[in-house]
């Protein structure tokens, strides 16, 4: 998205001030609430973005590795959840609020693309932004004035300079998560996936990454198999925890080792992420041994 936006010219007395603040009111009580919106909208961006990636399967890991089709596709997905989000029906465009037709678009970009049939309609305009790992969530009314005189090949119109002071926003610079792998080392990344098998993909994961909550989408994309969970704890010496574990590596979960994430003062870490750390000191390895870590060796011996 641009780096600076234009302040929004909607007041009382604007011609579209009505309908867009009726528009904004009830999808901001379909999601319970502006906190809520703000909440539950970036995650629900994040998962569409990351659910073309599909790390997992493919190995890539940023928008930009992304085939023509499948960066277009993200603006599908995005009509889709937010529908389902905010319990929209599908309407004669994209969907249908207070007796409207709205259309929904997306962009990965600094833009949106308005087809002709959604002109002189109200538009909910979304954007992600990835290198700032920021979002935006907007209504316009797509009158021809607040839209550019030129068009691409398919009579779509981007809106113009003046037109983005008709957008009200109801989430503007929203902090989302930021894609995972943008803030790894190359060379770490490449380890991690140089492992053969999901258990040392997730143990490579663990010793590239320390200190820092990853969370369970991340974790599975690594391992690239089912029942990844029941690998990541101890398995009967096999487990990516007792690996790690033999190498002097404490593999914590959010929730079940909190107390002990909290004594080690590392970043808070949410139920079902999990975060490793090495002791540096043989009081700090005797404190993971009280928590269950009975297999760490001495400190210098590993």
């Given amino acids: 998205m641009k780096r600076t936006l234009p302040p929004s010219a909607i007041d009382a007395d604007h011609r579209d001030a009505a309908l867009l603040d009726a528009l904004a009111h009830d999808i901001t009580a379909r999601a319970g609430g502006s906190f809520e919106l703000s909440q539950t909208f970036p995650q629900m961006l994040r998962n569409c973005i990351d659910a073309v990636i599909m ?46 037709d709205v259309d929904i678009k997306n962009t990965m970009g600094t833009n949106w693309m308005i087809p002709t049939e959604a002109v002189d309609h109200p538009c909910i305009l979304v954007a992600a932004d990835e290198d700032r790992a920021l979002c935006y969530l907007g209504l316009i009314i797509a009158r021809p004035d607040y839209l550019t005189t030129g068009q691409n090949k398919d009579a779509k119109r981007s809106i113009s300079a003046e037109g983005f002071r008709h957008i009200l926003w109801l989430l503007k610079e929203q902090p989302y998560p930021a894609n995972f792998w943008r803030s790894i080392p190359s060379d770490a990344v490449a380890c991690i996936f140089q492992g053969k098998s999901g258990n040392a993909r997730m143990a490579e994961l663990f010793r590239q990454i320390q ?35 033999r190498e002097g590596i404490v ?49 210098g011996d590993t």
């Fill in 55 to 100: 790390t997992a399967k493919t190995g890539r890991r940023r928008y930009e590795e992304l085939e023509k089709t499948e960066k277009t596709y993200i603006g599908t997905r995005v009509e889709i959840e937010l529908r389902a989000l905010l319990g929209l029906r599908k309407g004669r465009l994209d969907t249908e609020i207070l007796g409207h």
């Fill in 211 to 245: 200190e820092h909550p990853i969370p369970r989408d991340v974790i599975e994309a690594v391992a690239q198999q089912k029942d990844f969970t029941r690998r990541i704890r101890k398995d009967k010496g096999r487990g990516t925890r007792d690996i790690l574990e």
């Fill in 251 to 299: 593999l914590m979960e959010g929730r079940t080792d909190a107390q002990l994430i909290k004594a080690f003062d590392l970043p808070p870490c949410p139920a079902g992420s999990f975060i490793s750390y090495q002791p540096r000191s043989q009081n700090a390895c005797n404190m993971a041994r009280h928590f269950g870590f009975d297999a760490l060796p001495t400190i």
